[in-house]
């Protein structure tokens, strides 16, 4: 409640009002308009000595018994609340963390597509600005990504160079090498990656290979019983 200090302001002698029991305190404006509450008219800057608030406790007026019971139940209150309040804050501390937690682990964690046990998983490619999605067998004995024709063309891959790879029963293949300006799965980006341009029968492995050139160095685990893979920092 906003107070009006002119309509209920006594002129106390500076310190010459001593305190009953306790019960009395006093209020005083300062010049920027915040009121302060003291149980002491000595806590009272001089300046301000001249026109204060006198109080009084809301239980002054009960019998000392009741007095005490009234006052000790507040500070049950009190204290009550303030430890529904520190329990409050404990929990919205503890729902923060899980929160942030399931977030880091929402962020490790891409869905792959398992199909006995090859795992294909979702890959943006970039070539600059130009990007494309693809589904890329996962080929730890790959040692290159390899992708299809169709995702060449669908990046615009202009520049490239001709090599001769080594397949599957032990066949040699002409292909081309381009460089993938960026290669992203989940949060794993890569710049300057290398691939082959490869034909391959219809289906054999998607949209190609996700090889070693992207792979290396990465630590991570396959759940194939929720199809994710969890990328470990």
Known sequence: MKLRPALAALLLPPL????????EFYSYQDKNGTMHFVDDAAKIPREYRRKVLVRKDQYDDLPPEERARM????????EMAQRQEQEQSLQRQAQARRAAQEARTRAL???VLIAGRQVFVPVRLSNGSVQTDAM??????????????????????????NVRIGVVGGRVMNAR???????EVGPVRRSNQEAVVVR?????????????????????????????????P
């Not at 010459?16 to 019960?23: E, K, M, R, S, W």
């Not at 006052?71 to 009190?78: A, C, G, T």
């Not at 067998?137 to 995702?151: E, K, Q």
């Not at 060449?152 to 490239?160: F, G, K, T, Y």
């Open 16 to 23: 010459l009002c001593p305190l009953q029991a306790g019960a």
């Open 71 to 78: 006052q000790q139940r507040d500070r049950e209150e009190r």
């Open 109 to 111: 964690t891409t869905r």
């Open 136 to 161: 890329l067998l996962l080929d730890t004995g790959a040692t290159s990504s390899v992708i299809s024709p169709a995702i060449a063309e669908r990046l615009q891959l202009q520049e490239s160079s």
């Open 177 to 183: 090498k381009v460089i993938l300006s960026q290669m």
């Open 200 to 232: 391959q029968g219809r289906g054999e492995f998607g949209d190609g290979l996700l090889g070693m050139s992207f792979l290396a160095g990465l630590k991570y685990t396959i759940d194939f019983n929720t199809q994710t893979i969890n990328w470990i």
